[in-house]
C-alpha cells in the first residue's frame, strides 16, 4: 500500500495566481468566492489523496484547473462539477509522469477493451487495439499532442477514454473500409486493362 504524504497548503499567492490564470468573465466571481482559498486546499488535498503516488507540483495543477474553465459557465457552476480526482491524474499524465501514465491505464483500460470487444467481436484483437489506442489517445498522435488535452474535467475520465475509444475504432473501420474501396476500384480497373489486352491479343493471333 502507497504511504500518504503530507498535503501541501495553498499560499494566497497560489490562489491569486490561479484567479489570474482563469477566463476574465469568471475572474470576478473567483474573487468573491467565499473562502475560495479553504475550497481550492480542500479539492488539491482530495486530488493528491486520491492519486498519493503521483507527484505534481501544485502551481502546474493549478494553471491546469484555471485552463478548464471556460466563459459559457460561471465559476461556481465548473468548480461544483470538477472531477477533482482525475483532472489532477490527467494532468499528472500531461506532464509525462510514467507513474500517472500507468496508473490511467490501469483506471480504463478494462473499459476500453469491453467497449472494443462490441465493435471487433474478439477478445484478442479487442486486447490489442485497446493497447494501440491509448498509446495514441495518452501520449501523441499524428498532430504531436495527447488527446487528453480534449478532457475538460467534467465528466469521468474512464467513460470519456471509453468514448475517445469507441470514435477512434470507428474511425480506423471507416478509413479501413475507404482503402478497400480503393483497393476493389483499382483491381477492378486492372481487370479491365487486362481484358482490353486479351482482347486484342485474341485479335491479333486470330488474323494470322
Not at 80 to 85: F, K, Q, V, W, Y
Not at 126 to 139: D, F, G, H, K
Not at 170 to 188: P, Q, S, T
Request: glycine letters at 2%; one cysteine or more; charged letters at 30%.
Amino acid at each position: 500500500m502507497t504511504p500518504r504524504r503530507e498535503v501541501e497548503q495553498l499560499s494566497e499567492q497560489l490562489i491569486a495566481d490561479f484567479i489570474e490564470q482563469l477566463p476574465a468573465s469568471v475572474s470576478d466571481e473567483a474573487c468573491a468566492y467565499p473562502h475560495l482559498r479553504d475550497v481550492m486546499n480542500a479539492l488539491a488535498h482530495t486530488a493528491q489523496r486520491a492519486w498519493p503516488s503521483i507527484s505534481l507540483e501544485l502551481p502546474i495543477f493549478l494553471r491546469y484547473i484555471a485552463e478548464r474553465f471556460s466563459e459559457q459557465k460561471t465559476f461556481s457552476q465548473t468548480l461544483h462539477t470538477l472531477r477533482i480526482e482525475d483532472t489532477y491524474l490527467v494532468c499528472a499524465c500531461l506532464q509525462d509522469d510514467s507513474e500517472a501514465i500507468q496508473l490511467l491505464k490501469n483506471h480504463c483500460l478494462t473499459r476500453m477493451k469491453i467497449a472494443l470487444h462490441k465493435i471487433y467481436n474478439s477478445p484478442d484483437i479487442a486486447e490489442q487495439m485497446a493497447e494501440s489506442l491509448y498509446s495514441r489517445i495518452v501520449l501523441d498522435d499524428k498532430r504531436g499532442s495527447s488527446r487528453l488535452l480534449q478532457y475538460g474535467g467534467q465528466g469521468d475520465i474512464r467513460r470519456w477514454m471509453e468514448v475517445a475509444t469507441i470514435r477512434m475504432a470507428l474511425n480506423e473501420r471507416r478509413r479501413k473500409h475507404r482503402e478497400r474501396i480503393l483497393d476493389d476500384d483499382r483491381l477492378a480497373k486492372l481487370a479491365m486493362q487486362n481484358d482490353l489486352e486479351l482482347d486484342y491479343l485474341k485479335r491479333l493471333y486470330q488474323t494470322e
